[in-house]
C-alpha cells in the first residue's frame, strides 16, 4: 500500500478520491489546508486520520509515502519542490508549474533527491489514447491534429457581475490556456513532439489571464490545430486527420470512443474499456512506477511536461499574459 497525502481540498480532490477508491494499493492517510476548520471538515468527511495545516509537518511526519498536490496552480511548484526535498513523491495536478523555470526546478529536484514526479494529466494514461497511438499509422501519413475544449466556466458569470474568482487570477497563474487549453497541447506532443513552431492568439480578460484562445502548432509534415476556451463552449469532437483516414475522438481531454474513418467510407470502432472514474488511470500509473522504483513515467515524461509549458510559455508570450510567478 501507499500512503498518500493530499494537498487541495476542491472538487478535483473529491473525483480524485473517488477514483482512489478503486486503487487497492492507494491509502489516504493524510490532509493538509491552510485552516484547521477546512482540514477537520475534509478529513472527517473522508476518514482521514491526520490532518495538518503546516506542510512540513505532513512531510516529516513519516506518515506519507506520496502526495497528491491540487492545490492553485501558482503553488505547484513550491508546494512539489518542499515534498521531495523531504523525500516525498509528487503526483501534481496539471499544469505542473507555471511557467518553465519552475518546471525545470521541480525536475532538477526529483532528479537530485530520487524521488517520483508526474504530471497528473489523465487523457494520455487513459485506454482511449492507447487506442490512438496504437491506430495511428493506420490513417497514412498524418497531416492535421484538431483538438477543442471549450467549457463556460460558472465563475465567468461571477467575472462579469464584478467579482473575481480563482479561475481568473493571474496570481494564481490560471486562465483558459493553463487550466483548459493544456489538455489540447499534451497529448499532441505526447504524439508528435517538439513542434517547430508555435502561434497564439485569444482573448484576454482585464485581470490579466485569457479567457479563450487558439494555438496553431507547425510541424515538419503536420500542423495541429487547438482552441480552448472558459468563457464559451463548444460540442465539436477532436480529429487526426492522415492521408488514408482519420481518427474520430469524443473528447481530448477525456478519449473514451474513439472510431476509425477510412476514405472508402468505413467506420470501425477502437473504444476500449474504461472504467468510470477516469483519474484511476493517473493514479494507477504513479503507484505502478513507485511499485517498481521508477522514477519518471514512461508516457507522462519530464520531457513531454517541458514542451508542453515551453508552448504555453509561448503562447502567453504573444498574448502579453504575464504571472507574478514569471518575475520570481
Not at 500512503?3 to 478503486?22: C, D, V
Not at 508526474?118 to 490513417?139: Q, W
Not at 502561434?199 to 490579466?208: E, H, I, P, Q, V
Amino acid at each position: 500500500m501507499i500512503r498518500f497525502g493530499l494537498i487541495g481540498t476542491n472538487w478535483i480532490t473529491e473525483r480524485f478520491l473517488a477514483a482512489a477508491k478503486l486503487h487497492d494499493q492507494f491509502n489516504l492517510t493524510a490532509v493538509y489546508s491552510r485552516t484547521e476548520e477546512t482540514a477537520a471538515a475534509f478529513a472527517d468527511k473522508h476518514g482521514i486520520k491526520h490532518r495538518f495545516t503546516d506542510l512540513d509537518a505532513m512531510f516529516t511526519s513519516g506518515e506519507i509515502d506520496a502526495v497528491y498536490i491540487a492545490s492553485p496552480n501558482s503553488f505547484h511548484a513550491p508546494h512539489a519542490i518542499a515534498a521531495m526535498n523531504r523525500g516525498i513523491h509528487v503526483l501534481c495536478e496539471k499544469p505542473a508549474a507555471s511557467n518553465v523555470r519552475e518546471l525545470k526546478e521541480m525536475i532538477d529536484t526529483a532528479n537530485r533527491t530520487g524521488t517520483l514526479l508526474m504530471e497528473a494529466v489523465k487523457s494520455t494514461l487513459m485506454p482511449g489514447f492507447g487506442a490512438i497511438r496504437d491506430n495511428l499509422e493506420r490513417i497514412g501519413p498524418v497531416r492535421r491534429y484538431f483538438a477543442s475544449f471549450c467549457q463556460y466556466s460558472s465563475r465567468y458569470d461571477s467575472y462579469k457581475s464584478g467579482e473575481v474568482l480563482n479561475a481568473f487570477k493571474p496570481e494564481l497563474s490560471n486562465g483558459s490556456l493553463m487550466d483548459i487549453g493544456i489538455y489540447c497541447i499534451y497529448p499532441a506532443v505526447a504524439l508528435f513532439g517538439r513542434p517547430r513552431t508555435v502561434k497564439a492568439d485569444g482573448y484576454k480578460l482585464s485581470t490579466g489571464v485569457d479567457g479563450e484562445g487558439s494555438i496553431i502548432l507547425g510541424y515538419d509534415s503536420m500542423d495541429a490545430v487547438m482552441m480552448h476556451s472558459k468563457i464559451t463552449s463548444s460540442t465539436l469532437p477532436n480529429e487526426i486527420h492522415g492521408e488514408d483516414g482519420n481518427l474520430v475522438i469524443n473528447k481530448i481531454s477525456e478519449p473514451v470512443r474513439i472510431e476509425l474513418h477510412t476514405r472508402d467510407g468505413k467506420v470501425e470502432d477502437l473504444s476500449r474499456q474504461t472504467v468510470e472514474h477516469t483519474m484511476f488511470y493517473e493514479l494507477d500509473e504513479f503507484i505502478r512506477l513507485l511499485k517498481e522504483g521508477k522514477r519518471e513515467s514512461s508516457v507522462n515524461t519530464h520531457e513531454v511536461s517541458l514542451i508542453t509549458m515551453e508552448i504555453m510559455d509561448e503562447a502567453r508570450r504573444q498574448l502579453g499574459i504575464i504571472y507574478p510567478a514569471d518575475r520570481e
